[in-house]
């Protein structure tokens, strides 16, 4: 559980970096949901790792 409490699964705003943030909205206009491909790295690792016997609903291939 400490995994959890060290990294949470949301950042703050803080933690970005807001000129490149303007900068997407700017580009893109608002709202805009941008997201951290490195931290939904991080939670998918810390997900699978919690449920490792875990399978799919439908393990069909292509669904």
């Given at each position: 559980?400490?995994?959890?409490?060290?990294?949470?699964?949301?950042?703050r705003l803080v933690d970005w970096n807001l000129e490149r943030?303007?900068?997407?909205?700017?580009?893109?206009?608002t709202p805009l949901y941008v997201m951290d491909l490195d931290r939904v790295k991080e939670n998918y690792g810390r997900f699978s790792a919690a449920f490792p016997e875990?399978?799919?609903?439908n393990a069909q291939a292509g669904t």
């Open positions: 559980m400490s995994d959890f409490a060290d990294s949470p699964a949301v950042r943030l303007e900068s997407l909205a700017a580009e893109y206009d875990s399978t799919r609903a």
